[in-house]
């Protein structure tokens, strides 16, 4: 499901791989109190959106002022920053670190005309991983709980029972995590809204500060 708004009456925009990425990043937004001011777009996949990415640099920035991306690391984070970085470098419109900051990393163009640019890569700059993974560095108030998730799933891998993949455990390990809360199966975003993940954890913070920087 995508944002609902006229994409093109927004000049800043933010690209993220899908919905749990979108509802997960407004639900912070809300939370913290960020003004509602960015254009979230789901694109489909890491592809996608790293592709989308690079097209909407080489454009005109007249409908991109500020344009940020979010994607997984997955199991190679070194390769997602080295397509980012080669996109920003061979557009020669940047002056690109040569390591993705643990902040998150925010561009001003060499010329005013060009697009704002950001970019975060899941869970938080410096580790392989995914959405799943950042959400669980968000689990601090229910660590005992998480460490009994862990568990579990080592039970149930060890036992030869788990039916994912090992890509995905981290998938699994945030799902069994909310399906073990009050209300069993709420999302990923409204666990932010209820606080079954903490909007004031210390990652959630270093995110936010990041899109406060990047989208003001």
Not at 123 to 143: C, K, R, T, W
Request: net charge negative; glycine share 4%.
């Amino acid at each position: 499901m995508a944002d609902k708004r006229r994409e093109e009456d927004y000049v800043f925009k933010l690209l993220v791989e899908g919905p749990d990425d979108l509802f997960v990043i407004a639900r912070l937004r809300e939370v913290n109190q960020l003004e509602d001011n960015v254009f979230i777009k789901p694109c489909g996949s890491v592809e996608k959106a790293i592709e989308l990415f690079r097209v909407l640099i080489e454009k005109q920035a007249v409908a991109n002022r500020i344009l940020g991306i979010v994607i997984d690391a997955d199991s190679n984070l070194a390769g997602r920053w080295q397509r980012i970085s080669q996109i920003l470098i061979e557009s020669k419109k940047y002056n690109v670190p040569d390591i993705l900051p643990k902040e998150g990393l925010v561009l001003l163009p060499n010329d005013a005309e060009d697009p704002k640019i950001g970019v975060w890569v899941m869970p938080d700059n410096q580790l392989n991983g995914m959405l799943e993974d950042f959400l669980a560095m968000l689990a601090v108030n229910d660590s005992e709980l998480l460490d009994e998730v862990n568990a579990t799933l080592k039970t149930v891998e060890d036992k030869g029972l788990s039916r994912y993949k090992a890509v995905h455990k981290a998938k699994a390990r945030i799902h069994t995590f909310l399906a073990w809360q009050e209300e069993p199966g709420t999302t990923m975003g409204n666990a932010i809204a209820k606080s079954y993940l903490k909007a004031d954890s210390e990652q959630a913070v270093i995110f936010v500060d990041w899109l406060r920087s990047l989208f003001t």
